[in-house]
């Protein structure tokens, strides 16, 4: 069955600061990989979404940059953390081709909850 | 075109009472519509999902009703359990229209059920 792995789960950093989100999916081959982030009590933003190694789409411009550097690895990064940067962070993944049955399903990871300070 | 309205907001609902959220989208190419739950802290997890090629589907408590002329579905949930306080998300997309494939979510409905 496929995992999805996401850590750290709890993150504290200082406004300035780097950051790096790490995710990782088991048991499935080429994935589409997602990163998300979600505001306390607000909707789903997508921010980065992946079909291959080195191919990232940016959704929205932020201080924010995603890399896929293997298959099913996808790291969020960013050089200089903003206040406004905190939230949820969710990873997750679908099927490179959707089918009939499958559909689109996306499968989220627990996800990472950042505090700038 | 490829938003998906969402509504209510929040929705409190009485313990073995029914509830309903409901969604409309404009994208007539939309061929996949799955709910997703989420419990505080956790991310989203799959609840059901539909095609239009049917009007209803039915999972347990859980029912998904499609109407495809007007370009809404609705999540019902019946007899609504404590256990299920949580944010439902609505969501759509396009299986095979490259570049579209992509989830479009609701912006979500803080459920609570109170006993």
């Known amino acids: 069955s496929q995992t999805i792995h996401q850590w750290p789960a709890t993150l504290v950093q200082p406004v300035g600061s780097p950051l790096s989100l790490e995710c990782t999916v088991e048991?499935?081959?080429?994935?589409?990989l997602y990163w998300y982030r979600q505001a306390a009590g607000r909707g789903l933003q997508l921010l980065f979404y992946?079909?291959?190694?080195?191919?990232i789409s940016s959704e929205v411009p932020q201080n924010l940059s995603a890399s896929r550097p293997q298959d099913r690895q996808f790291i969020l990064s960013s050089k200089k953390l903003l206040l406004s940067d905190s939230g949820f962070y969710l990873c997750?993944?679908?099927?490179?081709?959707?089918?009939?049955?499958?559909?689109?399903?996306?499968?989220f990871g627990e996800g990472s909850w950042l505090t700038v300070v | 075109q490829q938003q998906v309205k969402q509504s209510p907001q929040s929705l409190i609902v009485q313990k073995g009472g029914i509830s309903i959220i409901n969604c409309a989208y404009e994208n007539t190419a939309f061929d996949y519509f799955p709910w997703y739950q989420q419990f505080p802290g956790k991310g989203p997890a799959l609840l059901i999902a539909i095609r239009p090629d049917v009007s209803e589907k039915k999972e347990g408590r859980f029912t998904i009703s499609f109407n495809k002329s007007a370009k809404q579905f609705s999540l019902h949930i019946m007899d609504s359990q404590p256990g299920d306080s949580a944010t439902y998300f609505c969501?759509?997309?396009?299986?095979?229209?490259?570049?579209?494939?992509?989830?479009?979510f609701g912006t979500g409905t803080r459920l609570t059920i109170i006993p």
């Open positions: 992946s079909v291959g190694i080195g191919q």
């Open positions: 969501a759509a997309s396009s299986s095979f229209d490259f570049g579209n494939e992509k989830l479009t």
């Open positions: 997750a993944w679908s099927v490179r081709v959707a089918s009939i049955n499958s559909g689109n399903t996306i499968y």
């Open positions: 048991g499935t081959s080429n994935p589409n």
